[in-house]
């Protein structure tokens, strides 16, 4: 073997060595990314489920005439009024909030416009420790789905962002299936 063998081998398995650290490298700084993805995904899950979960009535729920009203009309102060879940822009009744013990969202329809952070919260409104670089918001659109009329369901829009510019949407759909159930 001469010394420009040597030479040549050397700066061949040199080369080889710097691209596999190279990868590592590459791999190690970003092996935080899929939690902070997995993580926004959760929080959007999560908040998606809490809007779905809420009753999609034609009255508020506060509303006397919430159980047996047959439409919007019903309400009290009747289409269009301030108890009128489907009245424009949709969003929630004065006084109601999302971490609000006495005047919670209580509709599917309140959730529209809602904007958490930066920091996710609760239902209480306390912090939930490592999600402070979270925002969320939240957006609810009458969407016809098939044959159901766009005033009988809802497409709910949820997006998170996260840390390094990470974002989330998720879309899942409402339908007033029965318009008085209540909580």
Same mark, same amino acid.
């Given at each position: ?26 791999? /190690? ?5 899929? $939690?902070? *993805?997995?993580?926004?995904?959760? %929080?959007?899950?999560? $908040? ?5 979960? *809420?009753?999609?009535?034609?009255? +508020?729920?506060?509303?006397?005439? #919430? ?12 289409? &269009? ?9 949709? &969003? ?8 609000? #013990?006495?005047?919670?969202? +209580? ?10 952070? !930066? ?7 306390? #912090? ?9 918001? %939240?957006?609810?659109?009458? *969407? ?18 996260? !840390?390094?510019?990470? /974002? ?10 029965? !318009?008085?159930?209540?909580?």
């Amino acid at each position: 073997m001469t010394l420009v063998e040597l030479i040549i081998f050397i700066v061949v398995v040199g080369t080889a060595v710097m691209g596999v650290l190279t990868v590592l490298d590459l791999a /190690t700084r970003s092996s935080a990314d899929p $939690m902070i *993805q997995k993580q926004a995904l959760a %929080v959007a899950e999560a $908040m998606l489920e809490e809007a779905q979960l *809420q009753p999609f009535t034609h009255c +508020d729920p506060d509303d006397p005439n #919430a159980a047996n009203a047959l439409g919007a009309a019903d309400c009290t102060g009747g289409a &269009g009024g301030a108890n009128d879940e489907s009245r424009l822009p949709l &969003g929630p009744e004065a006084g109601e909030t999302r971490a609000s #013990a006495t005047t919670p969202y +209580d509709n599917v329809s309140d959730y529209n416009g809602l904007v958490v952070g !930066p920091g996710i919260t609760d239902l209480t409104g306390a #912090a939930i420790a490592g999600l402070n670089a979270y925002t969320a918001s %939240v957006s609810v659109a009458n *969407q016809a789905l098939g044959v159901v009329p766009a005033a009988d369901s809802l497409l709910i829009t949820v997006t998170v962002t996260g !840390p390094g510019d990470t /974002t989330v949407v998720l879309h899942g759909y409402r339908v007033r299936y029965a !318009p008085n159930a209540l909580p």
